[in-house]
Structures are given as structure tokens and as C-alpha cells.
């Protein structure tokens, strides 16, 4: 990022502390708290990058201010494009359907396939499979951008985030049914493919956009809890901070808190701070902070 190269080119600056860009988010959560000591750090955002070297953004944490332990996240998916799938979100539903249907997913009739470039799909669908310009994400926000893709919502967005708040928007409030997520090896990887096939169905079935926009934030919020609440019983830790941007939608941010205090959690969020990459410097001040106190740096 040209933030960390720019600090970096800084000569006058003997000492740098660099901050991974989701533990900063987790860290300004807790500075708004007012609290200290472990928590259970979810960050679910666009994009950030990562200590692999990937874009993070469906991540979570064990976490405090001098360290962030990567407990769970989103499987990887490419980012077709790079920087062009964020405002092309139809990139995202592509790469998502075929890898849960595979590549016969351009005959399932629906307006949202059908209306598909084929000619721009081929190439990057070349692209991603011999890795040129097309990194990995593990990115919550790119997830919601691929379901509004799959609902004919949003194939192009005028501006960052404007897929996702389309699909809040939509979304049916009243429901109890949602998508599952699956967990892989050692139930750190996150699977989204059973959510993509039970959308795909349901929209073959004729059930209405609304309905599966709700299922799929619902499923969202239940994939937080479960993760929540395994990590109680492995950790002891009942206090979890929700932090990045896709928490500045409300839905997903209002059943989450629902369902984690019914769970006997304490829940922090942001108030006077925002969730986005507007609250980052704040969190990176406090882990840079933390590290100097503790004599690590």
C-alpha cells in the first residue's frame, strides 16, 4: 500500500512500527470501548492487507493491543482484476459461482449469469487460474458484493460499498432461515460455497430476491456467533469486538449483537469512531503505543 511505502521511505524517522491493518481495526474498537486485556476480534471489511501477504477482510482474532492471533478467516478467493473487481462487483459473483457450481454456472438461467460478458469472463477466468493480476482475498465485503452481483443488483458500482448497501436495502427483515457457511481444516478456513449454491437454488425456485438477501445476512450473523462461541469454549474469552467496514451495515451489525448477547456475550462496538479505515490510525496509535510501553519496541 502506498501509505506503508510512504512511511517507509521516511529516512528522518529512525524507529517505525508497523500495525497489521485488522488488528488496527480490532485495537480502535477497544480504544472506543475504553477496554483492555484479550478479546475476540472480528474485522470484516473491503480490503486490507495481510502478513501472507493477501488482502484480509473476513478475519477473525484473538486479540489486544500488543497482539492479534489470526484464528479464523475467509477462504481465499482471487480478486479478478485486482482494483477492477472492486468496481466491477459481477467479477466477484463470477469467481464465487464457479467455484461452487464450476464452469457450466454460465447456463444457469438466471438474468445475472445470462447477462454476463462471456468474452471478458474467459480471459479472466485465464487470469485467475495462472494467478497475473488477480490476487487472493479472503475480503466479506467482496462476499456481499458477489451476492449483489448474483441478485441483478449490482453488476457496476458508481462508488465503494455501493453493491453491499444495495443488498441491505433489500434484504428482508422478518425471516428466521439462513445460509450456512461450512468450516475446512482445523475450522480456521471459512467456506462460502454452500452459501452461493443455497442462493443459487433458491433463486432458480423463484424465491425473491429479498428472501435470499435476508437468508444470506442472517447466515453472515450466524457465522459470527457460532465462530463466537467456539472460541469461548476453546479460549475463555467472553468479550468480542466487532470492527471494519461492513459493520457500518446495519442489519448485519443489529441481528450480530442479537445474537451473540442472547448467547451471553459481551459485545463492543463502534460509537464514537467509525468502523471503516476511518478509525485505523486510531488503533495503529494504540497497538504502536502498547508495543513501545511494554519495552517490545
Known amino acids: 500500500y502506498l501509505s506503508t511505502k510512504y512511511a517507509l521511505a521516511l529516512d528522518e524517522i529512525e524507529t517505525k512500527i508497523g500495525v497489521q491493518h485488522h488488528h488496527a481495526h480490532i485495537a480502535s474498537c477497544m480504544v472506543d470501548n475504553e477496554i ?120 457496476v458500482v458508481n462508488y465503494e460499498g455501493q453493491a453491499a448497501i444495495e443488498l441491505e436495502a433489500l434484504a428482508d427483515r422478518d425471516g428466521d432461515q439462513s445460509y450456512e457457511f461450512e468450516l475446512g481444516a482445523k475450522e480456521s478456513t471459512i467456506k462460502a460455497e454452500n452459501v452461493i449454491r443455497r442462493a443459487v437454488e433458491d ?16 447466515g453472515v450473523a450466524r457465522l459470527i456467533g457460532s465462530l463466537a462461541l467456539r472460541l469461548r469454549d476453546k479460549r475463555r474469552l ?5 470492527s471494519g467496514g461492513v459493520f457500518q451495515n446495519m442489519l448485519l451489525l443489529e441481528m450480530t449483537c442479537q445474537l451473540l448477547k442472547q448467547d451471553g456475550f459481551e459485545v463492543f462496538t463502534h460509537a464514537r469512531v467509525p468502523p471503516n479505515d476511518g478509525g485505523i490510525s486510531l488503533g495503529q496509535a494504540a497497538v504502536a503505543n502498547a508495543r513501545i510501553a511494554s519495552g517490545r519496541i
Open 203 to 218: 433463486l432458480l425456485d423463484g424465491v425473491p430476491p429479498a428472501i435470499v438477501s435476508g437468508k444470506f445476512h442472517l
Open 36 to 155: 483492555e486485556g484479550e478479546v475476540i476480534g472480528v474485522a470484516l471489511d473491503g480490503l486490507g492487507f495481510g502478513t501472507d501477504g493477501r488482502l484480509w477482510g473476513g478475519e477473525f482474532f484473538v486479540a489486544d493491543f500488543l497482539t492479534a492471533e489470526r484464528v479464523a478467516h475467509l477462504d481465499y478467493i482471487p480478486l479478478p482484476g485486482g482494483a477492477k473487481a472492486i468496481r466491477e462487483p459481477w467479477r466477484m459473483t463470477a469467481m464465487y459461482l464457479q467455484r461452487a457450481v464450476g464452469d457450466d454456472f454460465l447456463n444457469l438461467h438466471l438474468p445475472s449469469v445470462q447477462n454476463m460478458d462471456r468474452r471478458a469472463w474467459a480471459t479472466l477466468r485465464r487470469m485467475a487460474a495462472i494467478g497475473i493480476n488477480s490476487p487472493e482475498t479472503s475480503s466479506m465485503g467482496r462476499l456481499f458484493d458477489a451476492v449483489s452481483g448474483l441478485l441483478g443488483l449490482r453488476g
Open 238 to 242: 467472553n468479550r468480542v469486538a466487532l
